[in-house]
T-cell receptor, first 114, second 111 residues
Framework: NAGVTQTPKFRVLKTGQSMTLLCAQD?????MYWYRQDPGMGLRLIHY???????AKGEVPDGYNVSRLKKQNFLLGLESAAPSQTSVYFC?????????????FGPGTRLTVL | RKEVEQDPGPFNVPEGATVAFNCTYS??????FFWYRQDCRKEPKLLMS?????NEDGRFTAQLNRASQYISLLIRDSKLSDSATYLC????????????WGAGTKLIIKP
């Protein structure tokens, strides 16, 4: 079991470039999340999905788009990168069980926008 | 005011000592509470859930005070490997289990 994987691990973009971050999980989880983590701040939710084919906005969705075409994959897209999007991006997944709310995280993607 | 507030630290503690962190949350409707641990440049991992009656897992004890809206984490007999950032996390039922994350408290255990 690989758990949650993210690609790429590092990326440097120029302002205005686009890219897609891929998250994959092999735990058959229904729920998937994209967060960003900035110094001195808690994780902030960008978008999330409660199942294949569904997506919803989180706390900071502007400038990002997502897709969940397959249950195991959750893609985060930046159409026109800005320096304010320099951050560490974490993907997470969890199962539907109400009692066990644990989110399992990928190793993160460190993105720098110049 | 942040929804989940933590003292950022760092807490510098000698090995073997006991250390406690608090975390306050603003939404009285919050229903689930957790402590996650994050090592430097790594992803967060669940340390323990926090239950109303308080709970213990080895050297770690978590307490919840709903009236005062705070959560605590106590680490006894601290080890060098306990050095990490501890994230306080709060969730609400009916919100697709979205979690609100504190910015974390950094703990450094010194030999």
């Amino acid at each position: 079991n690989a758990g949650v994987t993210q690609t790429p691990k590092f990326r440097v973009l120029k302002t205005g470039q686009s890219m897609t971050l891929l998250c994959a999980q092999d735990m058959n989880h229904e729920y998937m999340y994209w967060y960003r983590q900035d110094p001195g701040m808690g994780l902030r939710l960008i978008h999330y999905s409660v199942g294949e084919g569904t997506t919803a906005k989180g706390e900071v969705p502007d400038g990002y788009n997502v897709s969940r075409l397959k249950k195991q994959n959750f893609l985060l897209g930046l159409e026109s990168a800005a320096p304010s999007q320099t951050s560490v991006y974490f993907c997470a997944s969890r199962d539907r069980d109400r009692v066990r709310n644990e989110q399992f995280f990928g190793p993160g993607t460190r993105l720098t926008v110049l | 005011r942040k929804e989940v507030e933590q003292d950022p630290g760092p807490f510098n503690v000698p090995e073997g000592a006991t250390v406690a962190f608090n975390c306050t949350y603003s939404n009285s409707a919050s229903q689930s509470f957790f402590w996650y641990r994050q090592d430097c440049r790594k992803e967060p991992k669940l340390l323990m859930s926090v239950y109303s009656s308080g709970n213990e897992d080895g050297r770690f004890t978590a307490q919840l005070n709903r009236a005062s809206q705070y959560i605590s984490l106590l680490i006894r007999d601290s080890k060098l490997s306990d050095s990490a950032t501890y994230l306080c996390v709060v969730g609400m039922e009916g919100s697709n289990y979205q979690l609100i994350w504190g910015a974390g408290t950094k703990l450094i255990i010194k030999p």
